[in-house]
Structures are given as C-alpha cells and as structure tokens.
C-alpha cells in the first residue's frame, strides 16, 4: 500500500545556506554514498549498522514508516541539503522522534552529519531550524537530546541553539555495540522564546 504513504506531512525548513526537507526515493544514491563514505567517521557515535543497512529496499522501507509516522505526528525525519556552487548536496539528517501530546509536549531531536561537511557550522544552522519549527509550528513545549560525554561538537551544536545541560544517565543508548553513558541536554519553550528567538531577531 506504498500509495497510501505518498503524502508527506513533513514540512520544508529553509535557511541562509541549508534545505530540510523529507527524504525522496530520488535520494537514495546520495545518501547511500555519504553513509558508506561516512561510516568510519560516524561510527563511534551510532548504533551498529552494516552495508546490509544501506540497501535500497531498507531505504525504501525507511520513506515507508518516515511517511506513516509524519502523517501520526509522532516523527519527522529530515535530509540537510546545502547548495554547493547551484549544486544540492545531502549532507546529513535531523530527527524529530518520540513527539508526545497532552500534558507532555516534548520530543527527542537528533542528527547526523556527513564526514566531508563536518565542522562548516551547517548542523548548527539546520538544528536551529528544526527547534523554531518544534515550537512554532508543532507547538511543543520542550525538546530533548542526548550527546556522548567526549563528543564536543554535538555539545556546541545543542549550546549554540539554547540547550542546556540537564543531567548525565548512564548506559543510555547502544552505540556500536555497547552501552554508552550520554550526557542530557534540554531546551524548554520559556527559554527559546525570552532567550534564543529574541537573539534571532
């Protein structure tokens, strides 16, 4: 029933130098390429995958479920493009999961970049957009994410968005085959909108 999943609630965030958007079956070979080109680099930081999970009938079944749950409202997957001299590029993922309603209000974000555009400030710029867009468009009330304690860039990305450190639990999340210790940041409405909107502005 692959036509019943063809609407895509997931909206298209644009910014000063990227484009989010959900991704496309046409988007297979770049992201295949960037994940296998990427797969040292982004390794320590994920769970286990193997070139089995490249495969374009996994891929296919990832727009399948990103599609079902974008029309719940319970996740939006997003693709980071950048122009590259009139050029698209894919150079990594944003993640909104695990949205809850009524008294919660909150979800998890999380992201990914590519090896070669690691360090431009691109995430940065693409989380940003993401958060203004998790408050102002899904109106939720907080958001949360979870870093490894040596993974300093992620740090910078979440502080230069508003997060703040909010504890540290341990054995947190597999990552490439063990439990891993992670360190919780968090970022409440309150504090976007006296603090990191009025900055934006």
Known sequence: MLTWF???DTPV???SRVTL????????????????????????????????????????????RGRQEALGGTDFTFFVFFDDGGVERLAGGVTLSNIRRRAAQFATLGYWMGEPYAGRGL???????????????LLLHR?????????MASRRVLEKN???????????LQID??????????????RYETVIKQARR
């Open 21 to 64: 958007r959900a991704p496309r079956a046409v988007d297979f070979a770049a992201w295949q390429s960037l994940r296998k080109s990427s797969r040292a680099f982004l390794k320590p930081f994920e769970p286990r995958w193997t070139e089995a999970d490249l495969a374009r009938s996994v891929y296919r079944e990832r727009l399948r």
């Open 123 to 137: 995430m940065t710029e693409a989380v940003g957009l993401v958060v203004a867009h998790a408050f102002d468009g």
């Open 13 to 15: 965030l644009v910014g």
């Open 177 to 190: 085959g063990k439990w891993a210790d992670h360190v919780l940041f968090g970022l409440t409405r309150e």
């Open 6 to 8: 063809a609407r895509d």
């Open 143 to 151: 958001l949360h994410a979870a870093f490894l304690p040596h993974n």
């Open 162 to 172: 508003g997060f703040q450190e909010e504890g540290y639990a341990e054995n947190y």
